[in-house]
């Protein structure tokens, strides 16, 4: 089980690191109140396309890149991207029980109708291994 | 590389055993089987989200022994059609035009559309556009209207929240859930799914990108929120299938929890008063699992009289 993303500044970016795509959502709009939260969180009502969010779980450090779309309020969507050293290949079971973290961080920050709990309920219905880790 | 029924696994190929066909609709590659003579009376069955062709596989047999031609095709993005990842080509239009071009580029006349789950708004829609090919029409678990809308389709858990921005990608995308968990859980009879089937539906789809329409068509259905992307599209269908006065029948699951029959299938009634049925048959939302060979044969007995009777009109019954 993974800690809590801390949203991170910008400058905390760790240098020397490449982006490894783990998830693509092209419409974080779907339910708008998931991109006012990552609008409210990430500063993007003022800054528009500008850089990356960044957050970090347990010191691993994933970055939201996210996208624009004409005639669809931005953002249009957000990729998700691991950040890894130099080369060095994806751990693919800690990029997943980090992502599942994210999720639910995501979806009581949106908060609402919209819970952790039910997240985690809805993952174990579905046997996602990180929600059954849990 | 295009994949054919031939390069699916044996029990998947003993099960669906029938020769693999393309067809370019709407700019990409539909697969579709079709059997029976050529120039005997159109039956087109038509699934929707996650499955292909191979759910239909015990009612064709009826329906060939009807002497009956059988159209089977594989909506785009699933099964062994193209699957494009660009989440814009699915919209339920362009689903809709994609069966559209199918009936046209078969020539299909006089054809019986047999409508599931998301094959209804498609195949609906494509009857209301190409009205004079049709002779008749069967529903099962599907509807054509914006309310009522399914409690299930509603609630945020677990339906909601399976979509929903993200956690869609990732539950339905890169975990599968939709041709995995979530089948075996809308069937009566598991372990015979998870026997006989599973294996076809999974393998389809293997890879994340493969299963863009698996976590986008859910976002497709109106319940009523202001996000709603198809309300227009589906008030337009339900117009239009008051109108029809085609010979219809309705059939349905009894353990059907997603659309439920005292709702759904009574809706039909009340929309086509004329309709035949409710024939139901043991089935939760994917009914064709448990009662596929029943239903080929209401549908081959349906087809068989619409047909008749719209070739004499005197002889209806």
Request: proline residues 8%; negative net charge.
């Amino acid at each position: 089980m993974s800690a809590l993303p801390i949203v991170e500044p910008a400058a905390n970016r760790p240098t020397s690191h490449r982006g490894v795509p783990l998830l693509t959502e092209p419409s974080v709009g779907h339910y708008p109140e998931f991109r006012a939260f990552l609008a409210r969180t990430f500063g993007l009502d003022t800054d528009r396309i500008g850089g990356p969010g960044l957050l970090s779980v347990d010191g691993r450090f994933y970055e939201l890149v996210f996208l624009g779309r004409s005639g669809t309020p931005f953002p249009s969507g957000v990729e998700i991207h691991a950040l890894l050293p130099g080369l060095e290949p994806l751990d693919e079971d800690v990029a997943d029980r980090d992502l599942w973290a994210v999720l639910e961080w995501l979806v009581d920050g949106v908060g609402g109708e919209w819970s952790a709990e039910d997240l985690v309920t809805t993952g174990r219905i579905y046997r996602v291994p990180a929600a059954e880790q849990k | 590389m295009t994949r054919t029924i031939d390069d699916l696994p044996p029990a998947v190929r003993s099960r669906y055993p029938y020769r693999s066909r393309f067809v370019q609709v709407n700019g990409r590659r539909m697969h579709y089987v079709d059997e029976g003579p050529p120039d005997a009376p159109p039956v087109l069955l038509l699934h929707g989200n996650p499955a292909w062709g191979y759910l239909w596989r015990d009612a064709v047999p009826p329906l060939l022994a009807a002497g009956l031609r059988v159209v089977v095709p594989d909506q785009i993005g699933f099964g062994l059609s193209e699957k494009p990842h660009t989440h814009a080509v699915h919209t339920l239009d362009n689903h809709t035009a994609n069966l559209i071009a199918l009936i046209d580029r078969l020539d299909l006349r006089g054809v019986t559309v047999v409508c599931h789950d998301w094959g209804g708004p498609t195949g609906l829609g494509a009857l209301l556009s190409r009205p004079h090919r049709a002779t008749a029409v069967a529903v099962m678990s599907t509807w054509a209207w914006t309310t009522p809308s399914s409690a299930f389709h509603r609630s945020v858990l677990p339906w909601r929240m399976m979509h929903a921005p993200l956690v869609g990608p990732y539950l339905l995308g890169t975990r599968a859930a939709m041709p995995g968990r979530g089948m075996y859980l809308s069937v009566v009879d598991r372990s015979r799914f998870a026997e006989e089937s599973q294996e076809a539906y999974t393998t389809v789809l293997g890879d994340a990108d493969e299963r863009t329409l698996t976590w986008t068509w859910p976002r497709s259905i109106p319940i009523g929120l202001p996000s709603d992307t198809t309300g227009a599209r589906f008030r337009w269908l339900e117009e239009g299938v008051r109108a029809l006065r085609l010979p219809a029948t309705v059939l349905w699951g009894r353990e059907d929890e997603v659309f439920p029959s005292d709702v759904f299938a009574a809706r039909w009634h009340e929309i086509w008063p004329h309709a035949e049925g409710t024939h139901l048959v043991t089935g939760k939302h994917f009914l064709q699992e448990d009662s596929g060979t029943e239903i080929g044969h209401l549908l081959a007995d349906f087809a068989t009289r619409a047909t008749r009777a719209a070739h004499d009109p005197g002889a209806a019954r």
